[in-house]
T-cell receptor, first 116, second 115 residues
Framework: AQTVTQSQPEMSVQEAETVTLSCTYD???????LFWYKQPPSRQMILVIR??????QNATENRFSVNFQKAAKSFSLKISDSQLGDTAMYFC?????????????FGTGTRLQVTL | EAGVAQSPRYKIIEKRQSVAFWCNPI?????LYWYQQILGQGPKLLIQ????????DSQLPKDRFSAERLKGVDSTLKIQPAKLEDSAVYLC?????????????FGPGTRLTVL
């Protein structure tokens, strides 16, 4: 079974600064997908960024980028130029598609607080 | 485009009572998911439907939980009887297809408190 570990329960960053959220995972699979989801206080989960394991290039979405280290099974999220609206719970998630099954396995989350 | 709708948003019941949650996915989305999110944990998949067929229900406690998706659109999740440990937020999500290329869109969730 796959497991996802987020070792930082809470983090804080000042507006306009950069913050990195850590995620490690455990799997014996070679082909899989990794995601970062954002869950603001209203609870609606939103996809932030996605990475395919077979791609060496790190994914980037505007101010969000990842550092994917396949050998180390590490998948960190970097948020540049942090904004107040980035305040949320961030979940790292793993998916190993099998046929039509597309189960996401989530970590326990990191609560990020962006301050003035 | 309307998002995933869920109701009720909040529910408080006594243990051993029954409760049902409703989900209306985004129009045209074939795949529907129910997740359980216990406080302090990440969401855990309970069941995945592809149209009105079950794809994965390996983590659904079938002695007390049941779910259906009639006509491949709306879905209901039922708990009967509820236990204290069922207190959680129940999230519904939908996607157009399945797999990593099909983004899952989440609803606002139903917060269940079992007393």
């Amino acid at each position: 079974a796959q497991t996802v570990t987020q070792s930082q329960p809470e983090m804080s960053v000042q507006e306009a600064e950069t913050v990195t959220l850590s995620c490690t995972y455990d799997t014996s699979e070679n082909n899989y997908y990794l995601f970062w989801y954002k869950q603001p206080p209203s609870r609606q989960m939103i996809l932030v960024i996605r990475q395919e394991a077979y791609k060496q290039q790190n994914a980037t979405e505007n101010r969000f980028s990842v550092n994917f280290q396949k050998a180390a099974k590490s998948f960190s999220l970097k948020i540049s130029d942090s904004q107040l609206g980035d305040t949320a719970m961030y979940f790292c998630a793993f998916m190993k598609p099998a046929g039509t099954a597309s189960k996401l396995t989530f970590g326990t989350g990191t609560r990020l607080q962006v301050t003035l | 485009e309307a998002g995933v709708a869920q109701s009720p948003r909040y529910k408080i019941i006594e243990k051993r009572q029954s409760v049902a949650f409703w989900c209306n996915p985004i129009s045209g989305h074939a795949t529907l998911y129910w997740y359980q999110q216990i406080l302090g944990q990440g969401p855990k998949l309970l069941i995945q439907f592809q149209n009105n067929g079950v794809v994965d229900d390996s983590q659904l406690p079938k002695d007390r939980f049941s779910a259906e998706r009639l006509k491949g659109v709306d879905s209901t999740l039922k708990i009967q009887p509820a236990k204290l440990e069922d207190s959680a937020v129940y999230l519904c999500a939908s996607s157009r297809g399945w797999g990593s290329s099909s983004e899952q869109f989440f609803g606002p969730g139903t917060r269940l408190t079992v007393l």
